[in-house]
């Protein structure tokens, strides 16, 4: 009888997660031992646990389907926690498999122990601490279900080690996947019946909204209502590009949000929450719908949203309608010194069709997606959950999802700092990750926020604390340091022949470009 550690990876890979981005220590060490036994599973090392969860994020967008990750106890899952946040609110799947000491051993309370059942709540809405080596395999279906949702979740299976050693455990067939709820036939009449009507109307849009099929549901909705599209702030995976219909982003700052929506008599809600600022400000509302708007509820992301949007093209009549597509429209190349505008344009220049834009350029990124608006079919992957240090773990799991698609990791320098360790893992596994080093040598967007609350001048300790200078890192040394080829460039010519060519020699490489912050 297999032991309960090859009997887990069986089950793993039989119900379709083949995928194991690992961070092992003793307590899993049955489990790193049993790979060689399952050959269909991949198992990716990290050097660090935010890649790990980071990357099992990526690759649920990409591959529709979970990962699995390998993690040490709690400390191990403590590690991994802010990019599980992250990949919760992008409600992706996500399997974590965490290790514990052995059953009997747990008495002794020793260096490692911990309550990981507690570490694991925050982030999962399913998490259980397997008992036996027969339950084992059936705990990790249940595991697999729970994640899948709908919508995806992050679900963390807890293995003690004589759980995982012991023998009697056999593989258990997969769960049936449950189905997403639709949206009543009410509420699509009152929803068609608010879009029919007079007043300006948006729609926000969420989810699986954002990809193409749901996306040209929206995109004929607006063409027989008049009906502006937008994307929620905190995209997991958006497709655009030239012959897809456009949709505007919400911005971050919550001033811009209620301009952008400014005028809007009702807004329909597909796959999301309604708008709200991700901080409060003083003397500020929190929600972002502006006066005067009705939000309208349509299709929770718990809800076959694509299914609805489509019931609702029927009630509306529009089935024949033409979307609007956007034309192809690449920005001309920028020339000059740089700044993190024309590292944008640059971008847009050269995108190749069906590229990855994993992009965590925060300040930098203003510009991004207007210079890639018109570019060949690509889609954008953003930061959730706001905890920073997502873009090069998400690029990593991309890559591994989508093997013949390249990735260019847009990344601003103090978030890539968390979670540098990608570019090893970039590097091992030979990716085609173009990343991108937007270093304006700060934490800008903190010193926006000193602008913001009335601050004219920060003192020194204040400055301190937002300034990546003295001494200034050198991402050319940390990514030719974790194996990658590595280069900065001085001038927007030099970057977009350096993009062209890193396009044309499937990656991974890193170009460090140096600008001024905001
Ligand atoms: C896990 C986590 N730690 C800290 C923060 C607070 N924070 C938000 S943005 C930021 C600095 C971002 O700097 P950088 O990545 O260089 O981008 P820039 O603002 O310069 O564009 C920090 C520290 C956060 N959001 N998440």
Known sequence: MPNGAYALIRTLVGAGVDTCF??????????????????????VLTLFEGVATGAADGYARMADAPAATLLHLGPGLGNGLANLHNARRARVPVVNIVGDHATYHTRFDTPLQSDIETVARNVSTWVR???????????????????????????TLI???????????????????????????????????????????????GG???????????ARIAA?????????????????????????RLAYWPELVLKQLDGLQHLILAGTAAPRSSFAYEGKDSSLVPPGCEAHGFAPPIADVVRSLEDLVEALDAADATPTLQSELVPPRPSGPLTAEKVCQAVGATLPEGAILSDEALTSALALPSSTAGSPRHDWLTLTGGAIGQGLPVAVGA???CPHRPVIALQADG?????????????????????????????????????????????????AQVELGNPNIDFVALGTGLGISSRRVDTAEQLTGVLEQAVADPGPHLIETVIPGV
């Open 415 to 463: 978030s890539a700092l968390y979670t540098i360790q990608s570019l090893w893992t970039m590097a091992r596994e030979q990716l085609d990750v173009t990343v991108v080093i937007f270093n304006n040598r700060a934490y800008s967007i903190l010193k926006t926020e000193f602008e913001r609350i009335g601050v004219q001048e920060a003192g020194p300790k204040a400055q």
């Open 22 to 43: 690992t961070n092992p220590g003793t307590s899993e060490i049955y489990v790193v031992a049993a790979l060689d036994s399952v050959p269909e599973m991949r198992a």
């Open 129 to 155: 601490t397997s008992r036996t080596a027969d339950e084992l395999p059936l705990d990790a279906v249940e595991a697999i279900a729970a994640a899948m949702g709908p919508p995806g979740q992050v679900a």
């Open 399 to 401: 890559a591994i999802a």
């Open 159 to 205: 293995v003690p080690a004589d759980v995982s050693w012991h023998d009697g455990a056999e593989p258990a067939a997969p769960l049936e996947p449950a189905a997403a709820s639709v949206v009543a036939g009410e509420t699509v009449e009152e929803v068609a019946k608010a879009l029919r009507g007079s007043g300006r109307k948006g729609m926000l849009l």
């Open 208 to 218: 699986q909204a954002l990809r193409e099929r749901g996306l040209l549901a929206a």
């Open 224 to 248: 027989v209502t008049g009906t502006r599209l937008f994307a929620e702030r905190n995209v997991a995976r958006l497709e655009r590009g030239a012959g897809l219909p456009a949709v505007e």
